[in-house]
């Protein structure tokens, strides 16, 4: 069965840095675009960044563009996301999601629990 597990989530300061991870299994990782969605406090989903299954191709929200990073390792089956620069404005539940196929489709068929980060000082 599919399943994907958001990890590294906690407490950062404002400038600060945090790595999340997506542990999948289940499916073969290599055959899928993924992609970040977060959910700040009271608001709704909100499509953070994706990538291609090969990593030929990341895309990115412009509320987080030049500060954060998609990246994958395939051979490890996991899905990471670095965020720099941190500000209050990131807090939010980030969920790892899959896609429908290699590419961006928009479609996103399986979603991890989420991670919860906290940007305050």
């Known amino acids: 069965q599919v399943q994907l597990v958001e990890s590294g989530g906690g407490l950062a300061q404002p400038g600060g840095s945090l790595r999340l991870s997506c542990a999948a299994s289940?499916?073969?990782?290599?055959?899928?675009?993924m992609s970040w969605v977060r959910q700040a406090p009271g608001k709704g989903l909100e499509w953070v960044s994706g990538?291609?299954?090969?990593?030929?191709?990341?895309g990115y929200a412009d509320s987080v563009k030049a500060r954060f990073t998609i990246s994958r390792d395939n051979a490890k089956n996991t899905l990471y996301l670095e965020m720099n620069s941190l500000s209050a404005e990131d807090t939010g539940v980030y969920y790892c999601?899959?896609?429908?196929?290699?590419?961006?489709?928009?479609?996103?068929?399986?979603w991890g629990q989420g991670n919860l980060v906290t940007v305050s000082s």
């Open positions: 289940g499916f073969t990782l290599s055959s899928y675009a």
């Open positions: 999601a899959k896609e429908l196929g290699w590419g961006s489709s928009g479609a996103l068929d399986a």
């Open positions: 990538i291609y299954s090969d990593g030929s191709d990341t």
